[in-house]
């Protein structure tokens, strides 16, 4: 069974640029969380799906950053435009249904620097 | 709110060493405990966890225990090997239906022959 995958691996944008990163989770996992880890700091929630609905957005830095999951089973998350600020590596993780003993399968993050 | 303050690195160990890396947390409620591992390239991968107090997760040789009276999950293991190299990090979800992870900073492990 194929994991959480990611794309691209790696980004490097101009400030002010779009970029757009994919997530595509676990088949049959209908939780779909956003994740970001800027250099040296923790891993911060950013936002959570469940199918292709936001359950929780309240990690969101800020209206520059989209996610949508169209249908229910990729999504995508779109920085516009981007600032220095927004550089680090963006993690995707999908689970199962949530509960107590809940995992989160994480993919293996994009790298994005905004130079 | 929930934190997680875990140990600060980078640690450097040789190999058949002990390793603890502390972790401690702050949550309301009821929070499940995780210890996650990245390996060099690779992404997040679970190692253990534990989701009530006294509770033992184990994997690969690693244990941590779920001490509520102290508010912390260490993450142990008895005779490190050069693979178990990586960046670990600790991490939490508060009870109810809060299901986002809390991380700590993370920490770099070293072992070398």
């Known amino acids: 069974e194929a994991g959480v995958t990611q794309f691209p691996s790696h980004s490097v944008i101009e400030k002010g640029q779009t970029v757009t990163l994919r997530c595509d989770p676990i088949s049959g996992h209908d939780n779909l969380y956003w994740y970001r880890r800027v250099m040296g700091k923790e891993i911060k929630f950013l936002l959570h799906?469940?199918?292709?609905?936001?359950?929780?957005e309240s990690g969101m830095p800020n209206n520059r950053f989209l996610a949508e999951r169209t249908g229910g089973t990729y999504s995508t998350l779109k920085v516009q435009p981007a600032e220095l600020e927004d550089s680090g590596v963006y993690f995707c993780a999908s689970s199962q249904a949530p509960g107590k003993a809940e995992t989160q399968y994480f993919g293996p993050g994009t790298r994005l620097l905004v130079l | 709110g929930n934190s997680v303050t875990q140990m600060e690195g980078p640690v450097t160990l040789s190999e058949e060493a002990f390793l603890t890396i502390n972790c401690t947390y702050t949550a309301t409620g009821y929070p499940s405990l995780f210890w996650y591992v990245q390996y060099p390239g690779e992404g997040l991968q679970l190692l253990l966890k534990?989701?009530?107090?006294?509770d033992k997760g184990s994997n690969k040789g690693f244990e941590a225990t779920y001490r509520k009276e102290t508010t912390s999950f260490h993450l142990e293991k008895g005779s490190v090997q050069v693979s178990d190299s990586a960046v670990y990090f600790c991490a939490l979800r508060g009870g109810g239906s809060n299901y986002k992870l809390t991380f700590g900073k993370g920490t770099l492990l070293t072992v070398n022959p």
């Open positions: 799906f469940v199918k292709e609905s936001k359950q929780d």
């Open positions: 534990a989701t009530k107090a006294d």
